[in-house]
């Protein structure tokens, strides 16, 4: 981990408060972001968040809104299900 990254965690993991925690979140933007296919699931790194590609996409939703990162991240998102053939079961039930 560098260090750029390892001051990010910390500001996140020291945060007093689940608001001041989303506020460093939002601080990875622009962040180098990698996304990967493990056995079960694709995980996500970037900034300071580690995790599942579902639990990605709601942070980012929940962190970002509407904002202009949030559509990015949400790009990034669609392009990784396409690259690893994931089908989005929430619009083909919306067509449905």
Same mark, same amino acid.
């Given at each position: 981990m560098t260090k750029f990254k390892k001051i990010g965690v910390n500001r996140q993991y020291n945060s007093a408060s689940r608001?001041?925690?989303?506020?460093?979140f939002s601080r990875s933007c622009e962040?180098?972001?990698?996304? /990967? $296919?493990?056995a079960d699931?694709?995980?996500? $790194?970037?900034?300071?968040? %580690?995790? *599942?590609?579902?639990? /990605?996409?709601k942070k980012v939703k929940e962190t @970002?809104?509407? %904002?202009k990162y949030a559509?990015?991240?949400?790009?990034?998102?669609? *392009? *990784?299900?396409? @690259? /690893?053939?994931?089908?989005d079961n929430s619009k083909s039930q919306a067509k449905s």
């Amino acid at each position: 981990m560098t260090k750029f990254k390892k001051i990010g965690v910390n500001r996140q993991y020291n945060s007093a408060s689940r608001e001041e925690a989303n506020k460093q979140f939002s601080r990875s933007c622009e962040a180098c972001c990698t996304m /990967f $296919r493990c056995a079960d699931d694709i995980m996500v $790194r970037c900034g300071c968040f %580690s995790g *599942a590609l579902t639990d /990605f996409e709601k942070k980012v939703k929940e962190t @970002h809104g509407d %904002s202009k990162y949030a559509k990015e991240y949400l790009a990034c998102i669609e *392009a *990784a299900k396409i @690259h /690893f053939g994931i089908k989005d079961n929430s619009k083909s039930q919306a067509k449905s």
